[in-house]
C-alpha cells in the first residue's frame, strides 16, 4: 500500500456522500464512523533456527449492529492498523449489500508468508488466535480467508480456538477444508461471484459474452478463480499479472496452462511463458485496452494519476479498495463504468455465511446448491445496486454504499443503539 493513500478515509469519504444523499443527519451515523473495537495483539513465535520471532497481529469489529463480526484474515508485509479499519468497514458494507447476517470485521498479521516455512506459518497462525481468542467466536466475530491465507490457515484456526475452548467449535471461521467443516463451493466463491456481477453488467450493457476481452491484475484466489470461469464462459483474457508483473497476448492467453502453473507453491508468472504473449509492467497492463479490467490484487491500484490511462469500458472489482475517491471521479467522467468491490467481490462471504450455516446446522449442501444459492444473492444485490444507483442517478459504487448504510443505520435504530 502507498501511504499517501489512507484507505479508512476513503470508505468515511464515500460513506458522508451516502449518508447526504440519504438525508441523514450527523447522529444518526456518526457511530457508523468509528470501528467498534480494535486490537493489537503481538505474536510470538518460535523460528525453525530456534530463534523467537514477535509479529504483530490486528483484529478491527467494525460492526456488529446486524450479526456477529465477519471477515478475513491477511497476511502480507503493509499490514497496518489503518488498512485493517478499512477492510472491516467494507465487510460491515459488503454483508449489508449481499444481504447476509453479519456486521464486519478484519484480521491481518505484518508478515510477508512466502518467507515462513508451513510450520513456521502454523505456529503463527496459533499465535495470533490465541491472542485473538478473546474476542473472536461463532456468535461474535467469524474469521476467514483473505490475502496470504488459505484454507489450511483456516484449518489451524479451527483446531486452535477449539482447544482453547476444550469443544469442536466449526463456525468460529469459514473457509476451511471440507473435510473439517468447509463448504462445497466455498474456494471457488469470490471468483464465481466476481463472474456473476461481470456477466450481469455486460447485459446490461448490451455486450455480448463470448470474445469479450478481459485484463486481470493479480493471481490469488480471486483472479485464479475468475480467470478460470471467465474462460470457460469463452471470454477472452488478454492480459494478467502478479507481483512478478505480466503477460499479454492480444489473441487470449492459455488460462488452463497458466493456471497449472501457478498450481505449484512458490511458482510465480515470471517463469511462464507461451508463444505470442510478451511481458508487460503492472502499470501497462491497467492501461490495457480492454472491455472488461478486473484489479484483484490490493488496495490503491487505480488512482488520480493513473485513471486518466485506463482504457477498459468497465472496471469490476475483485480486490477490496483498488481504486481511490479521486480515480473513481476521473472513471465516473470519463464514462467508465465501475461494479464495486462490495457488491462485485461478495460471493465469497456469501458462501462463508452458508458454510457457517451449515456447521450451526451440521448438515451439508452439495455444490450445485451452494452455487446455485450464491448466484441468487449476488444476482439480487446486483439489481438492487443497479436500479438504486440509476433511480438516484449516482455511481454503483455510491448506490452500493445507500443500501448498506441505510440497513446498518436501520438495524442500530431498531436495537437503540446510538
Ligand atoms: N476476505 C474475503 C472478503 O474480503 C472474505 C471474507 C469472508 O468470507 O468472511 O470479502
Known amino acids: 500500500m502507498e501511504k499517501k493513500y489512507n484507505p479508512y478515509e476513503n470508505f468515511l469519504s464515500i460513506m458522508e456522500r451516502a449518508a447526504g444523499i440519504l438525508g441523514y443527519e450527523k447522529n444518526d451515523y456518526i457511530a457508523v464512523c468509528y470501528p467498534?473495537?480494535?486490537?493489537?495483539?503481538?505474536?510470538?513465535v518460535k523460528m525453525d533456527n530456534g530463534?523467537?520471532?514477535?509479529?504483530?497481529g490486528f483484529r478491527v469489529q467494525h460492526s456488529t449492529a446486524r450479526g456477529p463480526a465477519k471477515g478475513g484474515i491477511r497476511y502480507h508485509h503493509n499490514v497496518n492498523m489503518d488498512e485493517v479499519k478499512a477492510l472491516a468497514a467494507w465487510m460491515s458494507f459488503k454483508c449489508a449489500i449481499v444481504d447476509v447476517p453479519y456486521g464486519g470485521g478484519k484480521g491481518g498479521i505484518v508478515v510477508d508468508p512466502s518467507k515462513l516455512s508451513d510450520g513456521e506459518l502454523e505456529r503463527l497462525t496459533r499465535s495470533f488466535i490465541t491472542g485473538i481468542a478473546p474476542i473472536i467466536g461463532p456468535l461474535k466475530d467469524v474469521p476467514a480467508p483473505d490475502v496470504g491465507t488459505n484454507a489450511q490457515v483456516m484449518g489451524w484456526i479451527v483446531d486452535q480456538y477449539s482447544t482453547l475452548k476444550g469443544e469442536t467449535q466449526l463456525g468460529v471461521v469459514t473457509g476451511k477444508p471440507i473435510p473439517v467443516g468447509g463448504?462445497?463451493?466455498r474456494n471457488a466463491a469470490t471468483g464465481r461471484g466476481v463472474m456473476f456481477a461481470t456477466m450481469a453488467v455486460l447485459e446490461k450493457m448490451g455486450i455480448p459474452v463470448e470474445g469479450t476481452t478481459v485484463v486481470i491484475q493479480g493471481m490469488g484466489n480471486v483472479g485464479t478463480q475468475t480467470a478460470r470461469l471467465l474462460a470457460e464462459h469463452k471470454m477472452k483474457i488478454i492480459a494478467v499479472s502478479d507481483v512478478t508483473g505480466g503477460l499479454y497476448n492480444p489473441d487470449g492467453l492459455n488460462i488452463p496452462a497458466i493456471l497449472?502453473?501457478?498450481s505449484v507453491r512458490g511458482r510465480l508468472l515470471d517463469t511462464y511463458s507461451e508463444e505470442g504473449a510478451q511481458r508487460i509492467t503492472n502499470a501497462q497492463l491497467l492501461a490495457t485496452e480492454t472491455t472488461v479490467l478486473i484489479p484483484a490484487a490490493l488496495e490503491n491500484q487505480i488512482t488520480g494519476d493513473n485513471a486518466a490511462d485506463v482504457k477498459a469500458k468497465v472496471i469490476v472489482e475483485g480486490a477490496n479498495g483498488p481504486t481511490t475517491v479521486e480515480a473513481d471521479e476521473i472513471l465516473a467522467k470519463r464514462g467508465i463504468l465501475v461494479v464495486p468491490d462490495v457488491l462485485s467481490n461478495a460471493g465469497g462471504v456469501a458462501v462463508s455465511?452458508?458454510?457457517w450455516v451449515q456447521n450451526l446446522q451440521n448438515y451439508y449442501w452439495t455444490e450445485e446448491d451452494v452455487n446455485a444459492k450464491?448466484?441468487?444473492?449476488?444476482?439480487?444485490?446486483?439489481e438492487a445496486v443497479w436500479s438504486i444507483s440509476h433511480e438516484k442517478n449516482v455511481t454503483l459504487r455510491t448506490?452500493?454504499?445507500?443500501?448498506?448504510?441505510?440497513?446498518?443505520?436501520?438495524a442500530r435504530k431498531l436495537r437503540g443503539m446510538n
Open 399 to 410: 448506490g452500493a454504499y445507500l443500501i448498506a448504510l441505510k440497513k446498518i443505520v436501520e
Open 353 to 355: 455465511y452458508f458454510e
Open 36 to 44: 467498534e473495537r480494535e486490537m493489537k495483539v503481538a505474536c510470538p
Open 183 to 185: 463448504s462445497q463451493g
Open 374 to 382: 450464491l448466484k441468487d444473492k449476488m444476482l439480487s444485490a446486483f
Open 260 to 262: 497449472e502453473h501457478l
Open 51 to 56: 530463534e523467537v520471532r514477535v509479529f504483530e
